[in-house]
C-alpha cells in the first residue's frame, strides 16, 4: 500500500470517527451544565476520533484485527483526554475572549488533533514519531476547525435541523482533516523509507523517522508475514547521520544486502537504494 493510499484511508477512519461520535454522542440526553456537557462532548469526540485513527493501521495496513483492536483501544484513551481538554480549554477562552467564539473553537479543534497524534506514543513508544504526529495533527484540527466553523457561520440562520446535520458534517471533516495530516506530517518529517518490492506486503512503504522495527509481529513498523521473517527480525535506525541495520540475535536467518549476508546479531551501514532480502520478502532502502 503506498504513502498516499495510507493517508487516504487514515483520513476515512478520522471522518467515520467524527461522525460517530456525532451520532452516538447525539444520542444522549447531555446535562444542562455547560462545564459537564464541554466534558462529556469533547472526552467522547476525542474518543472516537482517536480510536478510529490509532485502529486504521491494524485494519488496513497489517490487516490484523486484533492489532487494530488494541491499538484502537489506546488510541481512544489518548483521544478522550485529548477531546477533554482541548474543549475545556476552549470554553474558557470562550469566556475570556470578548467576541472570542470562533477563535475558540478553532484553537479547541488545534489542540485536540495535536493531542490526538500525540497520542501516538501510547500505540508506538516512540518520542519523535509521535511528535510528528502531534505537528499533523495540529494542522488537522486547523483546517478541519476553520472549515467546519466557516460553514457554522455560512448557514447560521438555518434551522435546528440544519445545524444538527450541519455538525454531522462538520465533525466529520475534522476527523477526516486531523486523520490525513497525522500520517502525512510524519512522512514528510521521516528521514527514510522502507518500500516493500515482493513478498506478501508488495507495494507497502513505510517511512522511518528514528527508527523502524521489522518482522513477522504485526507490531512491527514493518510487518511481513512472509516465511523465513523471525517475530522481530531486524531494526533499522539512525547513527552517526546515517542509518545502521541491526539484524537481531533472536532472528532466523541472515538479511541479505546485495549478495553479503548480515548475520544475526551484525550490524551494517545502510545507503539509499539498498535492497535487504529478508526472508522471502526483498525490501528497498530510501534516506532523504
Known amino acids: 500500500m503506498s504513502k498516499q493510499q495510507q493517508i487516504y484511508y487514515t483520513a476515512i477512519f478520522g471522518g467515520l470517527g467524527g461522525l460517530l461520535g456525532w451520532w452516538i454522542i447525539g ?11 464541554v466534558t462529556i462532548a469533547g472526552a467522547g469526540l476525542g474518543l472516537f476520533i482517536g480510536g478510529m485513527i490509532a485502529a486504521s493501521d491494524g485494519a488496513i495496513v497489517k490487516r490484523a484485527p486484533v492489532r487494530a483492536m488494541r ?36 484553537l479547541s479543534w ?21 511528535l510528528y504526529a502531534g505537528l499533523g495533527g495540529l494542522g488537522g484540527g486547523l483546517v478541519g476547525g476553520l472549515i467546519y466553523e466557516g460553514l457554522t457561520q455560512l448557514f447560521l440562520a438555518q434551522s435546528g435541523a440544519a445545524q444538527i446535520a450541519l455538525s454531522g458534517l462538520g465533525l466529520m471533516i475534522v476527523g477526516a482533516c486531523i486523520g490525513g495530516l497525522i500520517p502525512l506530517a510524519r512522512q514528510v518529517f521521516s528521514r527514510g523509507e522502507l518500500r516493500v518490492l515482493s513478498g506478501e506486503q508488495r ?25 523465513g521473517i ?3 527480525h531486524a531494526v533499522v535506525h539512525r547513527a552517526n547521520g546515517g542509518f545502521m541495520l541491526d539484524v537481531l540475535p533472536v532472528a532466523e536467518s541472515a538479511v541479505y544486502i546485495g549478495a553479503q549476508p548480515i548475520a544475526p546479531g551484525d ?15 526483498l525490501v528497498e532502502f530510501i534516506a532523504k
Do not use: C
Open 27 to 37: 444520542s444522549f440526553a447531555l446535562p444542562d451544565n455547560i462545564w459537564l456537557y
Open 71 to 106: 491499538d484502537g483501544i489506546l488510541g481512544a484513551l489518548a483521544g478522550a483526554l485529548a477531546g477533554l481538554i482541548g474543549l475545556l480549554i476552549a470554553q474558557v477562552i470562550w469566556f475570556i475572549l470578548p467576541g472570542g467564539g470562533f477563535v475558540a473553537r478553532a
Open 110 to 130: 488545534m489542540l485536540m488533533g495535536m493531542l490526538i497524534g500525540m497520542g501516538d506514543l501510547l500505540v508506538s513508544r516512540r518520542k519523535q514519531r509521535a
Open 203 to 227: 507495494g507497502l512503504a513505510r517511512e522511518v523517522t528514528d527508527r523502524a522495527t521489522i518482522g513477522r509481529y504485526d507490531g512491527n513498523d514493518l510487518y511481513l508475514p512472509d516465511a
Open 230 to 232: 523471525a517475530w522481530k
Open 267 to 281: 550490524k551494517r551501514a545502510l545507503h539509499s537504494g539498498d535492497q535487504l532480502r529478508i526472508g522471502e520478502a
